[in-house]
């Protein structure tokens, strides 16, 4: 059968592409053939049905010609043929420059629009925060900046990442919400680039934000980021107070040295394993953390109250209504949870927790002391622990080191991963003698594998996700995190107790999603170092306070039993609860109760309490104090100054 050739309509539209394909000639071409075929028999028509045409035909065309022209703005002149020539040539000469120079326009219009759109343009601002880098930690930080900025006038937070400009602010708009006061600007590009860096004006800013990037080469980036920051300033003096953050304690020296004297660097992988083994032997610390950090809650803040100069520090705990003291300035160094009998003086300044820097007002609360329900002491309890940790990750080594520097003689770490048993020996191997590490490998999500421990010997369990893989997203490990956390679960529930759990998440939005008992605590490891860096970056004072809070051995935060306090299945005051954490040399700033520990969203925590509030002590309650790591143990780890005198005992 013969096959039938392409049609006519086929043939010409095949010539009329062609034809376009040659270029802007035989567009323009086109364009001229198309506006004549219209407009000139348009033009016939308007001529000859008008009442007041020509009489004559040369008379009619020269009016079609004139119509013609004035429609396509050719000039319309008739008379003798250069005359029209001329007439012609001048209107397109007038055509090409009027329409050379909207398209002038247009370009630089377009470029500049562009240009705004990459975030290209200098910041001209003063006293804003910069964020340098991308990470799940960029939400935090910047909800955190707009918190504070809600009671200051016009505050701006300017964000400088190696990504698209509208993708940013998309992302930080989706997950921080509205702003409020608070203008967020996105500038892109990389941040170690000087000349890019430029254009936030980190000279004239409040304070410099580095953040870690997900990827693997992060601290690098932040040391080089930190040079960057230098080299835009003629000194140490010229640039603005910068707060930046290191993974690897291996980047931390020269991160310091890069960031000068005006620059704070912390250790985040080593403050998160640290938080992580603290809380494994108290679940619910992360509560008290996440608390004292974010500016929703009380915060930290230096009183001055010269009616308390000459008084024991122990008087000032019971010396505020609203306010819970914790330590104090001295010689410009702050002083943690010092001796009870240690005199105040006149230079001194008090460390309060506080809604605000003006909330805290003087009340003697010892009248609500009620010495009959204060709890005598207890023996510590010092028998070995055993600890299961579940998964690895680059945390992991660290997290056996913190647990491994209090953990009693004689404690066991069980380590079950699908991690190389001689990578794990090697990282137990470093932490010390005192306690033991059996390492055996599985799959954590498989409930074979889980099915097959003895759950119910071990005080607590930590559950740490994997790395995330080359091209995946950071929060992807937190999936494999909760299909083990449901197995847990089940053997839970199935055994009848209840395991103190503690799990490290990547993204807060999957906490809601964790299947845990009421005694199982998460942290939410690049949320608490973004909270972190935004109160130091806010309230630079608080850097040693924080220091010496995370640090090891020092001066910490602990949840401990109220029994060691009150007299369990009694009403009492919270003030009695102080005084009796002074007897102890701690600092009580609130308490968590057992029966509403599974309860979003406060999860039972109440930091800072009224001293006049009574409630039921119940066992399992705790109390919230500030001390040194051994029960009882005075804290006063910073040295005083000379002259500094405690009244004897």
Same mark, same amino acid.
């Given at each position: ?14 010539? *009329?592409?062609?034809?376009? =394909?040659?270029?802007?000639? =035989? ?70 420059? $009027? ?14 629009? !562009? ?197 024991? *520090? ?29 005199? !105040? ?23 609500? $002391? ?44 069980? $380590? ?107 942290? !939410? ?24 809070? *995370?640090? =090891? ?20 005051? *919270? ?19 057992? =029966? ?54």
């Amino acid at each position: 059968m013969e096959q039938r050739g392409p049609g006519v309509g086929a043939r010409a539209r095949y010539w *009329f592409d062609t034809t376009l =394909a040659r270029g802007t000639s =035989a567009l323009v071409g086109w364009l001229v053939v198309v506006c004549l075929a219209v407009v000139v028999p348009a033009s016939a028509v308007l001529v000859w049905t008008s009442g007041h045409a020509p009489a004559t035909l040369p008379g009619r065309l020269a009016a079609v010609w004139r119509l013609t022209g004035e429609t396509l703005r050719l000039g319309g002149t008739t008379g003798t043929p250069v005359r029209v020539v001329l007439s012609v040539l001048l209107a397109l000469v007038a055509l090409v420059y $009027v329409s050379t120079l909207v398209g002038l326009i247009t370009t630089g219009l377009t470029e500049r629009l !562009i240009a705004l759109r990459r975030g290209r343009s200098t910041l001209v601002e003063r006293g804003h925060v910069v964020v340098l880098g991308w990470s799940e930690q960029v939400f935090t930080v910047v909800g955190e900046l707009v918190a504070a900025g809600a009671n200051q006038r016009g505050p701006a937070v300017a964000v400088l990442a190696d990504r698209d400009k509208t993708a940013m602010e998309e992302a930080l708009y989706g997950k921080v919400g509205p702003t409020g006061r608070t203008r967020l600007i996105c500038r892109s590009g990389p941040s170690a680039d000087p000349a890019v860096l430029a254009l936030t004006s980190p000279a004239t800013a409040d304070s410099v934000i580095v953040l870690p990037p997900d990827e693997s080469r992060s601290d690098a980036d932040v040391v080089k980021a930190l040079l960057a920051l230098r080299a835009t300033a003629s000194g140490d003096e010229a640039t603005a107070p910068v707060v930046a953050a290191v993974r690897d304690s291996r980047y931390l020296l020269a991160a310091r040295l890069a960031a000068g004297a005006r620059g704070i660097v912390v250790e985040s992988d080593t403050i998160t394993a640290r938080l992580i083994a603290q809380a494994a032997r108290r679940p619910g610390l992360s509560l008290v953390h996440r608390e004292l950090l974010d500016f929703a809650g009380d915060e930290f803040y230096p009183a001055s109250h010269p009616s308390l100069v000459g008084r024991d *520090f122990g008087d000032a705990l019971l010396a505020y209504g609203n306010a819970s003291a914790v330590g104090l300035i001295r010689d410009g160094t702050p002083w943690l949870n010092p001796p009870a009998r240690t005199v !105040i003086e006149p230079d001194d300044r008090l460390i309060v927790l506080t809604a605000d820097d003006d909330t805290a007002e003087l009340a003697d609360c010892t009248r609500f $002391v009620e010495e009959r329900l204060m709890a005598g002491p207890r023996p510590p309890d010092i028998r070995p622990e055993r600890v299961l940790l579940l998964g690895w990750n680059r945390r992991a080594p660290l997290v056996l080191r913190e647990w491994g520097r209090n953990a009693p003689p004689g404690s066991v770490a069980d $380590v079950v991963a699908d991690e190389d048993e001689a990578t794990v020996r090697a990282a137990s191997d470093a932490g010390g003698a005192d306690w033991s590490c059996v390492p055996r490998r599985g799959d954590t999500t498989r409930p074979e594998t889980l099915s097959g421990l003895d759950l119910a010997s071990y005080d607590s369990v930590i559950v740490l996700g994997r790395e995330p893989r080359p091209g995946e997203p950071p929060e992807e490990p937190d999936t494999s995190t909760l299909v083990t956390l449901l197995v847990l679960r089940h053997l839970e529930q199935r055994t009848g107790r209840e395991l103190p759990v503690v799990t490290e998440l990547t993204d807060d939005g999957n906490r809601p999603l964790a299947p845990l008992g009421p005694g199982a605590d998460v942290i !939410i490891s690049g949320k608490l170092i973004g909270l972190l860096l935004a109160q130091i970056s806010q309230n630079r004072h608080l850097a040693a306070v924080f220091d010496e809070l *995370f640090s =090891a051995g020092g001066t910490q935060v602990h949840l401990r039993p109220a029994a060691d306090y009150v007299l369990t299945g009694h009403e009492a005051s *919270f003030a009695t609860v102080v005084a009796a954490a002074r007897d102890r040399g701690e600092c009580a700033i609130g308490y968590r109760g057992h =029966a509403e520990a599974g309860r979003a969203p406060g999860y039972g925590l109440r930091v800072n309490p009224p001293k006049s509030g009574r409630r039921r002590w119940d066992t399992g309650d705790e109390i919230v104090v500030i001390a040194g790591d051994g029960a009882g143990r005075p804290g006063g780890g910073v040295p005083r100054s000379r002259g500094a005198r405690e009244r004897p005992a």
